[in-house]
């Protein structure tokens, strides 16, 4: 971990070993702001942000976001947590991508932080939908890394009614992803996942 401040910023560098999921590091990351921001001062004009980065890789291409009503923190805020994971996500084709369960099961710890954004990013959507679909992508990154083929079919389930408020343009997505939410669930027999699955498509079909 290094450091380097100047005036009216800092900026905070931690270095993982290459055997550490970095989407787990970074959900790590994100817990400790969380809890420091009792003891930052009050006076502070925008809150710290974080993002992940490999000093080895290029950038493929480059987004410039600008706002007439919003603080650039603001705008850097959904850069980061809704813009570049939903781009990850996209480029990582999600209904062709398979899952080979892991041969090691997930920490107790891993495993209630995936219950926990399976329950939350589940509801969110029907009281914040924006906030909801910032949860979403972090489950459905969770599930990638845990390789639990449970937690991946609920999440592409839950993917299938956030894709529904972007409209028709979305429609083959949604049918996509049903049908690869609901071959997980056939081909680990698992009744409740399936119904989940049928269900969160026809909500999808229905917000198109």
Not at 112 to 117: D, G, I, K, N, P
Request: hydrophobic share 40%; aromatic share 6%.
């Amino acid at each position: 971990m290094t450091s380097d401040s100047g005036l009216g910023q800092t900026q905070i560098t931690l270095q993982f070993s290459l055997d550490r999921d970095i989407d787990a590091a970074a959900l790590d990351v994100q817990s400790a702001i969380s809890a420091a921001l009792r003891q930052l001062p009050p006076t502070m004009t925008t809150p710290p942000t974080f993002r992940k980065t490999n000093p080895a890789d290029a950038p493929v291409f480059y987004v410039s976001m600008t706002s007439k009503t919003l603080p650039l923190s603001k705008v850097d805020e959904y850069a980061e947590s809704l813009l570049a994971q939903r781009l990850s996500l996209l480029f990582r084709r999600l209904e062709k991508t398979d899952v080979t369960p892991s041969t090691t099961p997930p920490s107790p710890e891993v495993s209630r932080r995936v219950e926990v954004l399976w329950s939350v990013s589940s509801g969110m959507g029907f009281v914040s939908p924006l906030l909801g679909q910032v949860l979403q992508m972090r489950y459905l990154r969770e599930a990638l890394a845990t390789r639990v083929p449970r937690h991946l079919g609920l999440a592409l389930s839950i993917e299938m009614g956030y894709l529904g408020i972007g409209g028709t343009r979305h429609a083959k997505r949604i049918e996509a992803l049903r049908s690869r939410a609901t071959g997980i669930a056939e081909r680990i027999g698992d009744r409740q996942l399936y119904g989940i699955a049928v269900g969160s498509s026809g909500l999808g079909a229905f917000l198109c």
